[in-house]
């Protein structure tokens, strides 16, 4: 991922542990292929992946100043040049959110301190959340004169289900403390301390990687597909894949 600081994977038995080691604010895009291959290419079939971020708070918000060269200052000589510049930018931005969500396994993200603007593209872009009981979340965008583009209001409303507490949250910007999120479903567990829930976080990815590697990434395919699609569309997604399965089954014999 394109912070201040170094992706490392670590492979064991039952996981393969994506460290973010960041210092508190989200950086420059200088390493976000090197972080989207780390997700997409994570192929060790029974393995299982989760974030660890090393520092006292998960994400207190976007670097403005990094931010600023690339949004107030785009590459261009021409109005048109300029926004199809900053367009790509803010692409980028998105899709280094979105890649998380790509990885092929189940990710899961344990939150402690401060969660606040990027961080909460973060963590909605992660399949299991969960949290310390001294975490707070702030979508922070209002107040720096901003709408949240990186994924926030896209993937919140349908992680929370209340499109009025979604809309509180984005138009306040006041902050949720744990025991709000886990009451509304941002997390699902809340742990009293960072040790506990790292241990817990551990155990989850160890449970789930004993697990079917096919039928656990089929599952989180068919999900994130039936989150944004009809029932109906998605019943026939899931018989396709399904199918496809036999095929090539078949085909091998």
């Not at 510049?85 to 939150?111: D, G, W």
């Not at 289900?161 to 886990?182: H, I, Q, T, W």
């Not at 079917?212 to 994130?224: D, E, F, R, Y």
Request: glycine share 6%.
């Amino acid at each position: 991922y394109a912070m201040q600081g170094i992706i490392h994977i670590h492979s064991t038995n039952a996981a393969v542990v994506l460290m973010l080691r960041v210092r508190g604010l989200l950086k420059s895009f200088n390493m976000s292929n090197s972080y989207s291959n780390a997700c997409l290419n994570c192929t060790l079939i029974y393995d299982m992946p989760y974030i660890n971020v090393k520092c006292n708070n998960l994400c207190t918000g976007i670097d403005l100043m990094s931010m600023a060269s690339d949004i107030l200052q785009p590459e261009g000589d021409d109005t048109a040049r300029i926004s199809w510049n900053l367009r790509r930018v803010i692409t980028q931005y998105q899709e280094t959110f979105s890649v998380i969500e790509k990885c092929p396994k189940p990710v899961i993200v344990a939150i402690h301190g401060a969660c606040i603007g990027a961080g909460v593209d973060l963590i909605t872009a992660c399949d299991i959340r969960l949290c310390t009981q001294d975490a707070w979340f702030q979508v922070k965008e209002v107040d720096i004169g901003l709408a949240a583009d990186d994924g926030t209001l896209q993937r919140l409303p349908s992680v929370i289900g209340s499109r009025s507490l979604v809309n509180e949250l984005a138009f306040s910007a006041r902050k949720m403390y744990a025991d709000e999120a886990k009451s509304c479903g941002l997390v699902s567990r809340v742990f009293p301390d960072k040790e506990t829930m790292m241990a817990g976080a551990l155990e989850m990815a160890g449970d789930i990687a004993r697990k079917s590697p096919v039928a656990v990434q089929g599952t989180k395919i068919n999900l994130i597909y039936s989150r944004d699609h009809s029932v109906p569309e998605a019943l026939n997604y899931i018989v396709r894949t399904e199918l496809s399965k036999v095929k090539r089954y078949k085909l091998t014999k």
